[in-house]
């Protein structure tokens, strides 16, 4: 079985999976970052047949959709590559970046470290800047029946990995929480570059949400 064709299957497993994801979380966003991945390859020397997979299997089973449970992704992911013909060391590479890939409140400290998990955990976090990250963050917060704003409760960007993945804050509160804190935790010099626009692009539309927000017409 060639690399092209594990790529494909796993391409097809992950959307079928996906199917009735949350919006933020579906088989568009793989997709997004699955692209945001194959960018960065263009500047980063890495192995692109592990940065590929594991940006297709990254969020395969988000645990804030599974009660908190990081194990279910990886899990996840280890059934559906047993099925298909890669190298074991391979496999468990993949696993690994899938285990270490999430921001978790800006906790997400480990003693696993490649080349292959700064590409895509910065080909995920991109897709949490800008104009997509705007709307991803919205949606979430209208999935989870979150105030939109709410001036009396403050954001804490600072809050412990814990109150982070059980926060039901105002969603205005996530861009200090994370989004705008993603500039400065990137990797690679190539995503720092398409991050500092992204973000820039957020300031801009917080400033002018307030504005209306205080009737600024």
Do not use: C
Request: aromatic share 10%; charged share 25%; hydrophobic share 35%.
């Amino acid at each position: 079985m060639s690399d092209a064709l594990v790529i494909s299957n796993t391409k097809n497993f992950v959307q079928d999976s996906l199917k009735d994801a949350e919006g933020g979380h579906d088989w568009f966003h793989i997709l997004r970052v699955y692209t945001n991945a194959k960018h960065l390859l263009k500047s980063e020397t890495a192995n692109s047949f592990i940065v590929e997979v594991a940006s297709l299997l990254h969020d395969i089973a988000d645990s804030k959709f599974h009660g908190g449970d990081e194990e279910i992704g990886p899990q996840k992911a280890r059934v559906f590559l047993e099925t298909q013909t890669i190298e074991q060391k391979d496999l468990e590479h993949v696993i690994k970046i899938i285990e270490n890939v999430s921001y978790k409140g800006g906790h997400s400290h480990s003693d696993f470290h490649s080349k292959e998990l700064e590409i895509v955990q910065d080909a995920d976090r991109l897709d949490a800047l800008g104009a997509i990250g705007i709307a991803r963050t919205f949606n979430f917060g209208g999935f989870k029946n979150n105030p939109i704003y709410d001036p009396s409760v403050p954001a804490h960007p600072e809050q412990s990995k814990k109150d982070y993945k059980k926060s039901n804050s105002p969603t205005i509160n996530h861009f200090y929480e994370k989004l705008l804190l993603l500039k400065d935790k990137m990797n690679t010099n190539s995503a720092k570059a398409i991050a500092e626009k992204r973000h820039n692009y957020m300031v801009s539309y917080l400033d002018q949400f307030y504005k209306e927000w205080h009737g600024e017409l």
